[in-house]
C-alpha cells in the first residue's frame, strides 16, 4: 500500500484527493464523509465491471470488423453487405420508435438561444476565467485586434483609419440586426433611436442602451469622455455582444492529467467556478493583474423594472470517456478505478455548490456533464444509469446531471437515434466531431485498406453525410428548443477573416451552437447568430430526409490510387510534424492544448483529436505498403529539426532529440494498430507518468 493513499470504504484514496473531497467538496452538502465513501465504493463495485465489460465489448467488435475486412481485401466493399455484417455482430441496433427527448429545467443558453460555445483546458486558470467572461465581448476590440476586416492596424497607437473602419462594420451590424425605423445607425447622433421593431430596445444603465435579436443581446457603450466616443457622433465608445453563451470546462482531450495531482488540481478549479471563488494573478503589461469571475449586469426596463442577465458563459464540465483509469483511487482488488467514474462522482459532488447554493451558473438548476468518446447506445445507456446513480448519492433529484453527447465514434454515429433515446429525459446537447470522428474511422476500417489523405477526408462523402444526419436525427428526436445541436471547432485561432468567411455554415446547417477558440472568437461568431435565425432554419431542415446510413458508412478508401512518392512524403511529413509538435508539449510540460504552429507555420489549436487522426493515419498507411518504417522514420527526423526550431523561443522546451517525448510520438505511430480504438490516452499518459517522474 502506498504511503500516499488513504483507505475508505474498502477503497484506496490518493490522499490529497481524500482531502479534496472532505475538506473542500463536501461541506455543505449535508453529507457526510463515511456515507459519502460507501455510497462511492457501492457505485465503484457495481459500475465498474459492467465498465470493463463495454471495452471488451469495443475489443471483440473491433476484431470481428478486422476479420472481416481481411477476408475482402483488395475487394470493393457492397454496402448492403457491410451493412448487413454490422447488423449480424450488433454493431448497428434497431431504430427506436419515434420520441421526444425531455429534458426538464433546462437553460435557456441551452435550451432556446443559438450561440457560440467555448472549450477551455480546466488545468488552467486563467483561461477558466477568461471562458467564464467571454459571455460578452467588445466588437470594436474583436474587428480592431484580428484580420476580421482586411490590414492591420498601424503601430505607435491608435489608428484611426482602422478605427473607422471598425466602427463602420459594427454600425452594419446594427442595421442589419436591430435597424432604426429610417436612416442608418452611422448617422446616429445619441438621441432615443426610433428603432424599426421598438421592442428590441429592451432596457438601458445610465446612457447605455441594451438591444436583443434572435435572442442574443447587444449593448450600445454610450461615453462621450471616452477616445472612442469624443469622436462618434452619439457618443458611443464600444458595442458589447453577447457572445459565449456556454463554455465547456474540459477534463478530457485539451488537459494532461495523469495522477492524483493534476485530477485535484482541476477539480479544485471546477469546484472555484461553481463556488464563484476562482481567481487567477498573472503579470500583464509590467504589473500583476488578477482576474475573477464577472458579476452579472443590471439594466432597467422601460417600465421601471429591473432586467438580470448572466456576465457568465453557462459552464459545462467535460468529464474524460469510459477508456482510462486512474491512481488516484485504487478499488478493493488493487487496480485503478475508471476516471469517468470518478469524474461523474467528484464534479456532480461539486456542482451541488451552484445547485443547491446561489445558482450563479445554472439557473434552472441543472449539473451539465459533456460525456465524449461513447461507443453505441450501450455505453450511453450505462452513463445514464451512472448519473442516476450519482444523483441517488449526491440526494438530487432525478435527471438534475443532464449529458451532452458528442457524436464523435463511428458506432455512435450510425445509431445516434438510439444514443439519443437512452438518455431522452437527461440530454441537453450533442455534436459533431470531425476530428476524433475520423480517427475512429481509420482505426475502426484500418483493414479495409489504405485511407485517403488527412486533407482529403473534409470533402469525402461520409463526412456530409455525419453532418447532416446529426443534425437531421437530432431535429427528428425534438432537441430543437429543448437542446442544443452543435458543431466542431474552428482550429486557426489567428485567422479569424477565414472565420467570419466560413464558420456561418454551421447555423445555417441547423446547429444551435458551433466551438471557437478563444473569447474574441466568440464575438466574431456572434455575428453569425445575428445574421441567421437558427430557429428558422432548424424547422426548414426538420422537413428533410435524413441522409442515408449506406451513405455514412462509405469508406473513404484510396481505391486504385498511384502513390507518387513527393506526395507520400508530404503526407508523411505534415501528420509527424503535428504528432511531434502536440506530443512534445504534452509529454514535457503537461500541455494538453495550444496554439501549435503546424508545418507552414501557421498556428492551430491542437488536442487528443488532432493526434488521434495523424497518428491513425500515418499507421494505416505503413499497414497497406503505402509507405515504409524507413519513411516514417525520415519523416521524424526531418520534423524534429523543424519542430525544434519552432520552438526555439520557449525557455521550458527540450529538444526532442532522443527525449522521451520522441520516443511517445514514435509510439503512437508503430504502436497505433494496437491502441484500443485508435486512441492516444494509453500511450500519452504512460510515457507522461515516465516524464514527470524524470522530473
Not at 458508412?553 to 503535428?578: C, I, K, Y
Not at 514535457?588 to 493515419?617: F, N, Y
Request: hydrophobic share 45%; net charge negative; with cysteine.
Amino acid at each position: 500500500m502506498s504511503p500516499t493513499t488513504i483507505e475508505r470504504a474498502g477503497l484506496q484514496v490518493a490522499a490529497e484527493l481524500a482531502d479534496f473531497v472532505e475538506d473542500r467538496a463536501l461541506p455543505g452538502t449535508g453529507i457526510a464523509a463515511d456515507a459519502f465513501w460507501e455510497g462511492v465504493a457501492a457505485i465503484f463495485a457495481r459500475f465498474a465491471p459492467e465498465n470493463r465489460a463495454l471495452l471488451d465489448k469495443r475489443d471483440a467488435l473491433q476484431a470481428q470488423l478486422d476479420a472481416w475486412f481481411v477476408a475482402r481485401h483488395g475487394q470493393p466493399i457492397d454496402p448492403a453487405d457491410q451493412e448487413a455484417f454490422l447488423r449480424s455482430i450488433g454493431y448497428l441496433v434497431e431504430e427506436p420508435a419515434p420520441f421526444t427527448v425531455d429534458p426538464a429545467n433546462v437553460d435557456p443558453e441551452i435550451a432556446t438561444l443559438a450561440g457560440p460555445q467555448l472549450v477551455v483546458p480546466i488545468l488552467n486558470a486563467r483561461f477558466l476565467l477568461n471562458a467564464a467572461n467571454a459571455r460578452w465581448g467588445s466588437l470594436y476590440d474583436a474587428l480592431y485586434g484580428t484580420d476580421a476586416i482586411p490590414g492591420v492596424a498601424a503601430s505607435g497607437g491608435y489608428d484611426a483609419v482602422r478605427g473607422a473602419q471598425v466602427i463602420d462594420r459594427a454600425k452594419a451590424l446594427l442595421d442589419d440586426a436591430v435597424p432604426l425605423a429610417t436612416g442608418s445607425w452611422r448617422d446616429w447622433r445619441g438621441d432615443a433611436p426610433r428603432l424599426a421593431d421598438p421592442a428590441q430596445l429592451v432596457g438601458r444603465a445610465g446612457d447605455n442602451l441594451l438591444l436583443r435579436h434572435h435572442g442574443l443581446h447587444i449593448e450600445l457603450v454610450i461615453d462621450r469622455d471616452h477616445a472612442i466616443g469624443r469622436g462618434d457622433p452619439a457618443g458611443l465608445a464600444d458595442i458589447l455582444l453577447e457572445s459565449a453563451l456556454t463554455t465547456i470546462c474540459d477534463l478530457e482531450d485539451s488537459v494532461a492529467a495523469v495522477d492524483a495531482a493534476d485530477k485535484v488540481a482541476a477539480y479544485a478549479n471546477w469546484l472555484g467556478l461553481m463556488q464563484g471563488t476562482l481567481t487567477a494573478s498573472f503579470a500583464k503589461g509590467g504589473r500583476r493583474v488578477t482576474r475573477s469571475l464577472a458579476a452579472d449586469r443590471r439594466y432597467t426596463t422601460a417600465d421601471g423594472g429591473e432586467l438580470v442577465l448572466p456576465g457568465r458563459s453557462l459552464l459545462f464540465v467535460r468529464n474524460v470517456g469510459h477508456l482510462m483509469t486512474t491512481p488516484a483511487l485504487l478499488l478493493p482488488d488493487g487496480g485503478q478505478a475508471p476516471e469517468g467514474i470518478l469524474d461523474a462522482i467528484v464534479t456532480s459532488l461539486i456542482a451541488c455548490a451552484d445547485v443547491n447554493g446561489p445558482r450563479a451558473n445554472s439557473r434552472a438548476g441543472s449539473i451539465y456533464i459533456v460525456k465524449p468518446k461513447q461507443h453505441g447506445p450501450q455505453e450511453v445507456a450505462f452513463t445514464d444509469r451512472l448519473f442516476d446513480a450519482v444523483e441517488d448519492l449526491l440526494r438530487l433529484p432525478r435527471h438534475t446531471i443532464k449529458i451532452g453527447v458528442m457524436d464523435e465514434e463511428r458506432r455512435t454515429s450510425a445509431n445516434l437515434a438510439a444514443c439519443i433515446h437512452a438518455v431522452r429525459h437527461r440530454i441537453v446537447f450533442i455534436n459533431t466531431g470531425f476530428l476524433d470522428r475520423t480517427g475512429d474511422e481509420l482505426h475502426s476500417a484500418m483493414h479495409a485498406g489504405a485511407m485517403i489523405p488527412k486533407g482529403e477526408m473534409k470533402s469525402a462523402g461520409w463526412i456530409a453525410a455525419y453532418e447532416d444526419r446529426n443534425v437531421q436525427i437530432g431535429l427528428a428526436c425534438g432537441l430543437g428548443g429543448r437542446a442544443q445541436i452543435g458543431k466542431g471547432m474552428w482550429a486557426a485561432p489567428d485567422r479569424m477573416g477565414d472565420m467570419l468567411d466560413q464558420k456561418i455554415a454551421h447555423p445555417l446547417s441547423g446547429a444551435s451552437t458551433a466551438w471557437v477558440p478563444s473569447p474574441t472568437a466568440a464575438t466574431l461568431h456572434a455575428l453569425h447568430y445575428h445574421a441567421v435565425d437558427v430557429a428558422q432554419r432548424q424547422e426548414a431542415r426538420a422537413a428533410e430526409p435524413v441522409a442515408s446510413l449506406s451513405k455514412l458508412l462509405t469508406l473513404p478508401l484510396a481505391t486504385g490510387r498511384n502513390w507518387e512518392a513527393a506526395e507520400v512524403s508530404r503526407e508523411l511529413d505534415n501528420n509527424v510534424q503535428g504528432i511531434l509538435g502536440y506530443v512534445v508539449r504534452w509529454i514535457d510540460q503537461g500541455i494538453g492544448c495550444s496554439k501549435v504552429p503546424d508545418i507552414h507555420d501557421v498556428g492551430l489549436m491542437e488536442d487528443r483529436a488532432t493526434l488521434r487522426i495523424s497518428s491513425q493515419h500515418v499507421a494505416n498507411w505503413l499497414l497497406h505498403g503505402v509507405c515504409t518504417e524507413a519513411d516514417v522514420d525520415a519523416a521524424f527526423a526531418r520534423m524534429a529539426v523543424k519542430v525544434d526550431a519552432q520552438n526555439a523561443g520557449d525557455p521550458a522546451y527540450r529538444p526532442l532529440a532522443g527525449g522521451i517525448a520522441l520516443r511517445a510520438a514514435r509510439a503512437l505511430v508503430f504502436e497505433g494498430l494496437e491502441q484500443p480504438n485508435g486512441y492516444t490516452e494509453p500511450l500519452l499518459h504512460a510515457y507522461r507518468a515516465v516524464a514527470k517522474a524524470a522530473a
